[in-house]
Nanobody, 119 residues
């Protein structure tokens, strides 16, 4: 079993920044991919950023150049640095993990953290 716990969400004005954190514990190991997903009311879930076991990153087109995914391997903490935030970034953000390659519906999810961007 893998446990994931997000923190760092909140409310910010457009153009601002937030950093999300996800503390991973349990059976997670170097073969796991980790990712950030988001879902806004009435919209489909979106894979925002993926970090594979080799350190390669993938971003959705909607956040490319503004968001950065990274990981503190020593402490098993995943981060999402979000800059130049837009109102359309408003969503519940979830940390997820699974064996690589990251599937569309990973086995392990955090509880989510809300990000609200006002114009």
């Amino acid at each position: 079993q893998v446990q994931l716990a997000e923190s760092g969400g909140g409310s910010v004005q457009a153009g601002g920044s937030l950093r999300l954190s996800c503390a991973a514990s349990g059976a997670i190991n170097s073969k796991y991919c980790m990712a950030w997903f988001r879902q806004a009311p009435g919209k489909e879930r979106e894979a925002v950023a993926i970090l594979d076991s080799g350190g390669a990153t993938t971003y959705s087109e909607s956040v490319k150049g503004r968001f950065t995914i990274s990981k503190d391997n020593a402490n098993n903490i995943l981060y999402l640095q979000m800059n130049s935030l837009k109102p359309e970034d408003t969503a519940m953000y979830y940390c997820a993990a699974d064996l690589c390659p990251m599937p569309w519906n990973p086995d392990y999810w955090g509880q989510g953290t809300q990000v609200t961007v006002s114009s």
